[in-house]
């Protein structure tokens, strides 16, 4: 089957909600590398949106994966699963939480978020304190709570009306978000990096702040590390940049190294539920910590999270040296990078694609979401590039 026969499927068969997609189709990945059937090469700067932290097919996960299919995939969470607490056990010692909820996606450890904090505040009979702050241009997913939780209206608009119980307010505006406060406000939700809207920062000080408010009021501060954890950001999770602990916070993309799995941490005083109050079918399956626990593994053998530290203040020193004088802004930590350009950066993306790289564009922003394992040559080669295209 060659690529017009899949796209001309595809349009007949598939909801088409990504729009008109890059013409190609991969077969296979290798590292860095994705390969079409007729071999063609392109090296991964957007890393399947931050899930293949450790490139494509890395070694040791499919043999942990074809282990795991060879014995078991899925039994049910109504039995204990020993992949599931060996995960658990993991991702609480390596992290500030008490207790960990395995979901299937992101939108679904959020949503389990948004859900714990509401019932939190229920248990100890503030049923009132429901709504939960935001950011404007923050997002959270795309199930109904989580589109409501994002704050941008074009995602909103055609389905509305949205659950009540959130305001948003402006990225780095304290003021703005201690006037937003109400008895009502049960939570604070922050991605650590907006990704989405194009790779834009916590101030520090503006992190530690929310963190002393949220004590004082006694609000709980949930960080959404759906993109900034697992290491992208230099650190295990972004958080550890602001030497803050947040009471709940969300994983998911690279966990699992393309295994759908999401994680919703939180601290033991607000680990509200119980019996009854949540569940998945499939979340926590054998396979998908199977996944998790092979990618964990590698990232202790492998130092992968000290190579994005490394990694990525490279990058960004070598797309100074070399193209800054076309870049309006450089953004981001560890591997987490936006180039803001003066213009043109979706032709750029374009140009790069011909010449065999996969990037992301946001507005007037290139994303690279890199697997964490590039090194010095790699980027080399793509500044090089990168360069010569701007040129
Ligand atoms: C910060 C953040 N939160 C939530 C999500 C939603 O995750 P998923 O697409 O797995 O539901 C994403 C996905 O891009 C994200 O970047």
Known sequence: MNLEDIVSLDKKYYMNTFGERTQVCFERGEGLYLYTEDNKRYADFLGGIAVNALGHCNPKVKAALHDQIDKLIHTSNLY???????????????????????????????????????????????????????????????????????????????????????????????????????????????????????????????????????????????????????????????????NIHPDIFTLAKALGAGVPIGAVCAKDFCCAFGQGDHGSTFGGNPLACRAALAVLECFESDGVVQNSAKMGSYFIETLKALCSDRIKQLRGKGLMIGIELKDGAKDVVKKMFERGYLCGVVGDTIRLLPPLIITKTDIDLFVKTFAEVLE
């Open 80 to 242: 204990y699963i020993k992949n599931q607490t060996l995960l658990a056990q993991k991702l609480i010692e390596l992290s500030c939480a008490d207790k960990v909820f395995f979901s299937n996606s992101g939108a679904e450890a959020n949503e389990a978020a948004l859900k714990l904090a509401r019932l939190y505040f229920y248990k100890k009979g503030q049923p009132h304190k429901n709504e939960v702050i935001t950011l404007k241009n923050s997002f959270h997913g795309r199930t109904l709570a989580t589109i409501a939780a994002t704050g941008q209206e074009k995602y909103q608009n055609p389905y509305k009306p949205l659950m009540p119980t959130f305001k948003y307010v402006g990225l780095n505006d304290f003021e703005g978000l201690n006037n937003a406060i109400s008895e009502n406000t049960c939570a604070i939700m922050l991605e650590p990096i907006q990704g989405e809207h194009g790779v834009f920062e916590l101030e520090p000080e503006y992190a530690s702040k929310v963190r002393t408010l949220c004590n004082e009021k006694g609000i709980l501060l949930i960080f959404d590390e759906i993109q900034t954890g697992m290491g992208r950001t230099g650190k295990m999770f972004c958080y550890e940049h602001f």
